[in-house]
């Protein structure tokens, strides 16, 4: 499933401190209990005085990763990608 949610420019540049959104592809299903993922719901957030709309889902199952564990998530799955589609 794809997200859109807040990071920091600084996962991917140490030298920028700047909070936007991102949409990655994550699984449909929760990485530890494989569980399968709720509904995402749209949200709007003010974050340092600027609007974003983002994604919120809460995981039935109770396992609900935060923004930099879901960046690391679609990092890893992009990288399982390029392994077996190359
Ligand atoms: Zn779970």
């Known amino acids: 499933m794809f997200v859109t949610v807040l990071y920091?420019?600084?996962?991917?540049?140490?030298?920028?401190?700047?909070?936007n959104v991102i949409t990655l592809?994550?699984?449909?299903?929760?990485?530890?209990?494989?569980?399968?993922?709720?509904?995402i719901k749209k949200k709007t957030v003010v974050v340092n005085g600027n609007l974003y709309v983002i994604d919120k889902w809460n995981?039935?199952?109770?396992?609900?990763?935060?923004?930099?564990?879901?960046?690391?998530?679609?990092?890893?799955l992009k990288k399982l990608k390029n392994i077996f589609l190359s």
Do not use: M
């Not at 920091?8 to 909070?19: A, G």
């Not at 592809?25 to 509904?39: G, M």
């Not at 039935?60 to 690391?72: A, M, R, S, T």
């Open 8 to 19: 920091n420019e600084k996962w991917i540049n140490n030298l920028v401190d700047f909070t």
């Open 25 to 39: 592809e994550v699984s449909d299903y929760c990485p530890i209990c494989a569980s399968e993922r709720a509904v």
């Open 59 to 76: 995981n039935p199952c109770g396992h609900n990763p935060n923004n930099l564990e879901i960046f690391i998530e679609a990092q890893e």
